[in-house]
């Protein structure tokens, strides 16, 4: 995936320029209009700032091509639990692996927190988030029926326990090292 030539730090052109930033209030307005996009029942201005301005709790992130917002993901910090409560990619951006790269950096962000769990809801048709979840080591443990109230679908609720042994950070390197995301976090600023 990336293209890195002899010094890792002089990319090939073709590398795009990512990064993934803490998401800001002026950010908040190109987060929307790819929530509008990806879910039903979007979330609005308020509950984003509402859910970034409380920053002892939780971490937003955005994920930026050449500068425009394609990505985002947040998380809530429960005791020894991360709840990953939205992540979403572009529909136009999806299947490139950024929604891998947000998931890498959520979680190095949750372990340096302190965080020993990971849990989420997702929808039970929502296949494409399912696989990303369970390459990332979640299992469904439960559903929870009618949860998505707008038209009744149930949620499965995943977990990822123990992720701060060496066998989950080495799952989480294995993915980044396939997905090349080390070399492009050398050129950007990933992680
Ligand atoms: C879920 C989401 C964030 C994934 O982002 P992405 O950038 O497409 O993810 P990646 O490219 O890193 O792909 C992650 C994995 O999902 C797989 N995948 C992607 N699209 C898929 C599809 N349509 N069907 C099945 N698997 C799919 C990829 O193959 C990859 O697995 P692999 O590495 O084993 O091949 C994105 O689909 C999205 O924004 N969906 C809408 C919002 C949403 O549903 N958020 C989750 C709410 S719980």
Redesign the pocket.
Known sequence: MAIVHGDSRQVSDELPNLAILPMRKKDIEGVLS?EKL??PKPWSYNVFLSEISNTKERSYSTLRLNGEIV?YSGVMYILEDAH?T??????A???????????FALVTEALKHGSKNLT????VT????Q??YT?FGFMPVGIRKGYYQENNEDAMIMWAYDIDSDQYRERIAK?AS??GLIERSKASRWF
């Open positions: 790819i990806v879910h990505g990953i939205n992540i979403a990619v572009s529909p951006h999806q299947g490139k692996d950024y929604g891998s790269a947000l998931m989420l809801e997702v929808r929502n296949k494409p988030a696989k990303l390459n993915i396939a997905k």
